[in-house]
């Protein structure tokens, strides 16, 4: 049988670990060169400036595409 409130349970502890992961990279991202990559746009022209990180959004897919596997394989 189908436990609902036991599989929310699992899926919002997920989440929230999710959460964390993803705050603890924006918190220490930029001591640890993330969001200045090599291969990120970024375009200046006098008061102008215009920042995208194609190639750290890239990265952050495949870690939490990995991370998120690994989770889905457990529960």
Sequence with gaps: MFDFSSSMGKMLIMFGV???IVGV???LGGKIGI???PGDIAIKKG???FYFPIVTCIIISI???V???IIRKIF
Aim: aromatic share 12%; no cysteine.
């Design 18 to 20: 999710i959460l964390i």
């Design 25 to 27: 990279l924006f918190l």
């Design 35 to 37: 969001g200045r990559l």
């Design 47 to 49: 008061n102008f400036s």
């Design 63 to 65: 870690i939490m595409t």
């Design 67 to 69: 991370i998120l596997n």
